[in-house]
């Protein structure tokens, strides 16, 4: 159930990388060897579904949806990377980042780009998207009253600001990403993405609260679409869709962020002090470059922390563990359909674990540089020509030092230092551009 959960926590970021139109139909690349026959042959009636409307109306809004409900458990080990790193966190701009996205709309139209739209087509469904997005979430908001993490109120799901930023998004998407470049809706969705996040930074909602609150914002925006498409039919249609391919055998380079839940396994420090972990929180940068379809070059760049309980004869403390890496080292890939690609990779590099009072006054680890690697399995899914989506399941092994005071109560006369290694699993999902 965890790698479940955990996979959703992708969708969200899939969404700062959306690069190729949502209402278009991919072309998928026959693809030969020197011999000329297929390597892949094509599922027909699977390409039929993804190439349906329903498939491009619902395959980011609902699995975001999904996945924040999955999540509404499981938000506060990421809360916890907020307060470990930036507990004062406080400004204001995501107040008015939500709506860049619709000013650059506005004002690209302003200036003379052709959109998909005329004016009135593009107002009308712009309005039925605002109309649908504010009944849905003043909807969910009044009749859930989640808690907000900073106990102001009882408004916290969804998310507003994400909602509105995901709207305003998929609308500059819809008309100038699918039909001028899809570089422009990579920007719309980044500028989103980015609200959300800072609504989590700012400590008014929860990772769930900014989940759902994108899948709202991007589903109600392809109802108002719809349900304009239906009322002006073939009218008020100014600029045709781009055309996109996907080629399953291109070179697989990627750049993406990930995000995943991480364990420890327990460990043993003294016949009186054992150490074990509850489920934490793990995200990071990672990407590659491929010179042909199976072999890449490329590495991470992560943060983790992981919650730690020490139990000995008189008392239980908990306090989070925290990790820094960075890693380079090769990646692997292989096509085994048009869409799914399996890869595997091998990394080495630094760790940097930081100091957590395990014990206040006599357990804690210290600050310390040490050789770690990595490596890991993954699925991944190329959704459109220049995104994809990643699931996986990591392990990494570094060190940490434990410090431990004299304590005469356990017959520790002087202090002691002890080097133990950490086998950190991270079960996860990632979004990537795709170049």
């Known amino acids: 159930?965890?790698?479940?959960?955990?996979?959703?926590?992708?969708?969200?970021?899939?969404?700062?990388?959306?690069?190729?139109?949502?209402?278009?139909?991919?072309?998928?690349?026959?693809?030969?060897?020197?011999?000329?026959?297929?390597?892949?042959?094509?599922?027909?009636?699977?390409?039929?579904?993804?190439?349906?409307?329903?498939?491009?109306?619902?395959?980011?809004?609902?699995?975001?949806?999904?996945?924040?409900?999955?999540?509404?458990?499981?938000?506060?080990?990421?809360?916890?990377?907020?307060?470990?790193?930036?507990?004062?966190?406080?400004?204001?701009?995501?107040?008015?980042?939500?709506?860049?996205?619709?000013?650059?709309?506005?004002?690209?139209?302003?200036?003379?780009?052709?959109?998909?739209?005329?004016w009135g087509r593009m107002l009308t469904a712009d309005a039925f998207s605002?109309?649908?997005?504010?009944i849905c979430v003043n909807s969910v908001k009044y009749t859930a009253k989640v808690q907000r993490p900073d106990k102001s109120n009882y408004k916290s799901f969804p998310s507003g600001h994400t909602a509105t930023a995901f709207m305003t998004a998929t609308m500059l998407h819809k008309e100038y990403g699918l039909t001028v470049s899809p570089w422009i809706s990579v920007a719309g969705y980044t500028v989103a993405t980015?609200?959300?996040?800072?609504?989590?930074?700012?400590?008014?909602?929860?990772?769930?609260?900014?989940?759902?609150?994108?899948?709202?914002?991007i589903l109600t925006t392809e109802l108002g679409y719809l349900l304009t498409d239906a009322l002006f039919k073939d009218k008020g249609i100014t600029r045709p869709y781009l055309q996109t391919a996907i080629d399953p055998y291109r070179n697989p380079s990627f750049l993406g962020i990930y995000m995943g839940l991480s364990r420890l396994p327990a460990i043993s420090l003294t016949d009186q002090i054992r150490l074990k972990s509850g489920t934490g929180s793990h995200a990071g940068v990672e990407g590659a470059w491929f010179w042909n379809p199976y072999v890449g070059i490329g590495g991470r760049l992560a943060v983790a922390t992981v919650p730690v309980s020490s139990t000995d004869s008189r008392q239980e403390i908990y306090d989070p563990l925290d990790t820094h890496m960075g890693q380079v080292g090769a990646y692997v890939s292989y096509p085994f359909s048009l869409r799914w690609q399996a890869g595997a990779k091998l990394l080495g590099g630094y760790h940097f674990t930081t100091r957590s009072d395990i014990i206040p006054d006599r357990l804690?680890?210290?600050?310390?540089?040490?050789?770690?690697?990595?490596?890991?399995?993954?699925?991944s899914y190329t959704a459109k020509e220049h995104f994809g989506v990643r699931f996986f399941f990591d392990y990494s092994l570094s060190s940490a030092t434990f410090r431990l005071e004299p304590d005469p109560a356990l017959n520790f006369t002087r202090p002691q230092s002890l080097h133990k290694l950490l086998h950190l699993t991270t079960w996860g999902g990632a979004a990537h551009i795709l170049f």
């Open 364 to 379: 804690y680890t210290t600050k310390r540089f040490q050789p770690g690697m990595g490596t890991g399995l993954s699925l």
């Open 194 to 217: 980015a609200t959300g996040i800072s609504r989590q930074l700012n400590n008014r909602h929860w990772l769930s609260d900014v989940m759902v609150g994108a899948g709202i914002g």
């Open 130 to 134: 605002v109309a649908f997005m504010a």
């Open 1 to 118: 159930m965890d790698f479940i959960k955990t996979s959703f926590l992708s969708i969200l970021l899939l969404c700062a990388t959306l690069s190729a139109t949502q209402a278009q139909q991919d072309t998928l690349i026959p693809v030969l060897s020197r011999y000329h026959t297929p390597l892949i042959k094509p599922f027909p009636k699977w390409q039929q579904f993804t190439s349906g409307k329903f498939y491009q109306t619902t395959y980011i809004s609902i699995p975001l949806i999904a996945g924040g409900m999955l999540l509404k458990n499981e938000s506060r080990p990421f809360r916890t990377l907020r307060n470990d790193y930036i507990p004062h966190f406080h400004y204001e701009y995501d107040d008015y980042l939500q709506y860049a996205p619709a000013a650059a709309m506005v004002g690209m139209k302003l200036g003379g780009v052709k959109s998909r739209h005329s």
